[in-house]
């Protein structure tokens, strides 16, 4: 008789599926992605294709290079994913005034520009013929008025001040004069109204693709970055949580160090949490923050995770993150917060980059699962932590993530050595396609869940890239221009179903 611990039949009750692909990167009308039909029908791809997750990255307001990771708030939700089309159902806005928003539009890619210039004005139209009295605008920004009054206050200040960071505001408004802040309120009473409204459509909107979701069986994976950006509502509106100078600007930012990827690693130039200040206060901020993400999501990735553990501390105004220095974060103290007033919840780790046995041991300690990726998998030595033969069982296993090439991509650029090694490990062949062979080696593998951008399963190469760190111009901006076939649906459902991640909800 086996031994108990050979469960097979819990074994292959955790294991599933799901697809990475943003809500931007929709295809459909007005320069982006939206809440709208498309999502609806990306979710009906999924169940095609045997899925039960799709993942996406950060939903907030983008700031400053258009990436997700640095957000006006981490709490409110990006302006530009309102679906207009549904909007004009609700009577708020007409045919003639959406017509010139797809004058000119390259469907692959998007004009961040256009719609930094575009897109506020039509949802102003949008505004002006919204009854702010309704009962259920109300009750909403009642119920999140722990960071809509903040969220509100502060892009309407932001306006008022040209656009410029929130450090570079009128004393008063900068250090949150309360008289002060209470007169420009009665005065830019409708400004501050407006960005409560887009938020109550967003949330308005989100719900029902979540219900849509949710119908079909499917989950949402959700992605929150570790920092915030330092020009937010949030960093404005808690000073006292992060390590900041008396004329509140930040001490130290965030980064890595040097590595073999880089020779100067990477400075991400966020604020730093002043984690005795978040300790004092019972993480508050925290967990409010975890469960807002919660509402959006049922499951979410806490990028860079080993910031937790310890995290690489630079000098604000440092050219580079080579005279940063290793500090001790909040370890499982933190966790042990969240965990008392959220309870268990599923959140992955992202544990790439520099790990150590004590981030290896926090993540044990959290019962998060952790990330491998295929495409690091092929080391000289072939005895990487992301080769499958490694795995064990509590992993997400992904063939890339938003921050790598794509398959392809990474097949043509990387040496033929590495190709080779990948081609023998796998048994990759041009008939199956090695894109399709790679999602099969990582289907198969041990760990309870695989991921794949919708990139890799189309066979896309580098043009469809979503992001290359460190870099700024050329990122976020990638579209599919169709939902995936039913073709395809039926293949990826085969690799699905053969490894027993179909979906058994």
Not at 69 to 97: C, H, M, R, V, W
Not at 322 to 330: H, I, L, R, T
Not at 383 to 399: F, G, L, Q
């Amino acid at each position: 008789m086996l031994d108990e611990r050979f469960n097979f039949q819990k074994i292959n009750e955790n294991r599933t599926a799901g697809v990475l692909l943003h809500i931007s990167s929709l295809p459909g009308p007005y320069g982006i992605g939206t809440l709208g039909e498309n999502a609806r029908r990306f979710a009906d791809f999924l169940v095609e294709s045997g899925q039960s997750y799709w993942q996406l990255l950060p939903v907030g307001p983008t700031s400053y290079g258009d990436s997700p990771y640095q957000s006006f708030s981490s709490f409110a939700g990006n302006p530009y994913f309102i679906d207009l089309d549904y909007l004009k159902n609700d009577g708020l806005l007409t045919e003639e005034e959406l017509a010139p928003l797809n004058e000119n539009l390259n469907p692959e890619y998007i004009d961040y520009g256009r719609l930094y210039h575009e897109r506020f004005d039509i949802l102003k139209k949008a505004f002006s013929r919204f009854d702010i009295d309704s009962k259920d605008f109300s009750s909403f920004a009642k119920k999140e008025s722990i960071w809509l009054n903040d969220y509100a206050q502060f892009m309407a200040l932001k306006n008022y001040h040209g656009g410029v960071a929130w450090q570079k505001w009128e004393d008063k408004y900068k250090h949150r004069d309360e008289q002060a802040l209470e007169e420009f309120e009665q005065d830019n009473w409708e400004e501050i109204t407006f960005y409560m409204f887009i938020q109550y459509i967003f949330y308005r909107q989100w719900e029902a693709l979540k219900d849509y979701v949710h119908g079909k069986n499917l989950e949402l994976i959700g992605d929150i970055p570790i920092y915030v950006a330092e020009d937010s509502a949030d960093v404005w509106a808690n000073p006292e949580i992060f390590k900041l100078d008396p004329n509140l600007t930040p001490k130290y930012v965030g980064g890595v160090p040097p590595d073999g990827f880089s020779e100067t690693g990477q400075l991400w130039g966020n604020p730093i949490y002043d984690w005795e200040k978040n300790k004092e206060t019972g993480y508050k901020w925290w967990i409010e923050r975890i469960r807002a993400s919660f509402k959006l999501f049922d499951v979410i990735r806490i990028d860079h995770f080993r910031g937790f553990e310890s995290y690489w501390e630079i000098p604000y105004g440092s050219e580079t993150a080579v005279n940063g220095q290793w500090v001790d974060g909040p370890k499982y103290d933190l966790f042990r917060a969240i965990k008392g007033e959220l309870g268990e919840l599923p959140i992955i780790a992202e544990d790439l980059g520099l790990m150590t046995k004590e981030v290896y041991e926090l993540r044990k300690e959290t019962e998060y699962p952790g990330m491998k990726i295929i495409q690091f998998a092929f080391n000289p030595e072939m005895n990487s932590e992301h080769i499958p033969h490694n795995y064990s069982t509590d992993y997400v296993v992904y063939a890339g993530t938003h921050d790598n090439e794509t398959l392809q991509g990474w097949l043509n650029s990387t040496d033929e050595a590495t190709v080779q090694r990948a081609v023998e490990y796998a048994g990759l062949t041009h008939e199956e396609g090695y894109n399709w062979g790679i999602i099969r080696l990582a289907m198969t593998s041990v760990a309870d869940t695989a991921i794949f951008q919708l990139q890799d399963i189309l066979g896309l190469d580098n043009s469809a890239r979503m992001n290359t760190p460190s870099t700024l111009g050329n990122n976020w901006k990638w579209r599919t221009l169709e939902i995936p076939s039913k073709e395809i649906a039926e293949r990826l459902c085969k690799y699905t179903k053969n490894s027993s991640r179909l979906n058994k909800k």
